[in-house]
């Protein structure tokens, strides 16, 4: 029997399975070298979150439309419940600040408590089951028939099975897989180990985005997973009760999480190599990809309408003298331009 303190994922490498990796390294090569201008760059890493928070928490019952939840994003108000409106903007921070949950590449049980806690602050009925491990038994059941379809694990396997399966994700052995399939393996295994009382699945999927983000897998966030599992929610929820059957083989789980990353790249590949066309280089004046810290900073703008100097030398540590040539050089490029807000000069997107 195996030892309930250790964790080893047990699957096997399918033809479908090695097929699609390589495709998901394709399409990720063609995505990264891709020319695109700064605005489209933001306009689809926006647009990818936007529909991240509307599909994971819709998955579970969330009442939200995609209209509502880009209202939401953009800090304008929707007609609907405190609850609905929070599970939303909690993924959405959660989202735009993933690598917050992880230190030099690790993860914590803390990390984890405070994702599942940011997921679900101001939503569950019980606030002190926010962040904290189950203590009670729970059921995953059909809302509609009310039929049990899993019973997860008794609550005091809880802690044990979750500090394996950290262990693992920082393991030399977790670092020398492909980072889809450790992203795959650990979202299963939080779905299958059920920790929280509530807010397991969002959890896992963030859990997945974390990991793909600290691989430096996440292509540039330009795609999600999210939209793939609500496009088709019965199979979501049928490959997971399939592979209870069969585990600890999670074969089958697998071949069907490596076909979402497949199809989620291969649609943001097509349109990144629509954008990034010579036609769409031309007219946008041969705008072309930017340095990392250019893209934070246009970013920056786009979440907060403007930049000012003194907001650069905040969050680089660097003086005003490395700020204004930092902000110059994108002047110059046609990037950004100004606009003065009494005695203060602030940057704005062209």
């Known amino acids: 029997m195996k030892d309930s303190r250790t964790f080893s994922p047990e699957f096997t490498y399918t033809h479908a399975m090695v097929k699609r990796l390589a495709a998901i390294a394709a ?24 529909r991240a928070a509307h599909a994971s928490t819709a998955i579970e019952g969330n009442p939200l439309t995609l209209e509502e939840v880009s209202r939401l994003a953009e800090g304008r108000d929707v007609m609907a419940a405190r609850r609905a409106k929070d599970e939303v903007l909690n993924y959405l921070r959660v989202l735009e600040h993933i690598n917050a949950y992880q230190n030099v590449g690790q993860i914590s049980e803390d990390h984890l408590l405070a994702l599942h806690h940011d997921i679900t602050q101001n939503t569950l009925d019980d606030p002190a089951t926010e962040g904290t491990f189950r203590k009670v038994r729970v059921v995953v059941g059909n809302r509609h028939t009310k039929e049990v379809v899993y019973s997860p694990p008794p609550p005091k396997d809880v802690a044990p099975l979750m500090t394996a399966l950290i262990d693992w994700l920082n393991s030399d052995a977790s670092h020398q897989m492909h980072p889809v399939l450790i992203a795959g393996i650990a ?11 509530d807010g397991n699945g969002r959890t896992a999927r963030a859990l997945a985005t974390l990991i793909l983000a600290m691989r430096e897998f996440d292509i540039k966030r330009f795609f999600t997973l999210d939209d793939f599992y609500d496009s088709d929610r019965p199979a979501y929820y049928a490959v997971l009760k399939a592979v209870n059957k069969t585990y600890p083989d999670s074969t089958v789980w697998l071949d069907y999480f490596t076909e979402g990353v497949d199809l989620s790249l291969h649609r943001v590949k097509e349109r990144v190599l629509l954008l990034s066309s010579e036609k769409h280089r031309k007219d946008s ?15 920056y703008i786009h979440a ?10 905040r969050l680089y540590g660097i003086s005003r003298q490395a700020a204004g040539k930092e902000l110059a050089g994108m002047l110059e490029r046609n990037l950004i331009k100004t606009e003065r807000k009494g005695r203060a000069t602030q940057y704005v997107i062209v």
Do not use: T
């Open 27 to 50: 399409a990720r090569e063609v995505i990264l070298h891709a020319h695109l201008v700064p605005k489209w760059e933001v306009s689809i890493r926006r647009e990818q979150l936007i």
């Open 285 to 299: 004046g041969g705008q072309v990809a930017l340095s990392e810290r250019q893209m934070k900073i246009i970013e």
């Open 304 to 313: 907060n309408g403007s930049i000012k100097s003194g907001d650069l030398m």
């Open 187 to 197: 979202h299963y295994e939080l779905v299958r180990i059920h920790p929280f009382v």
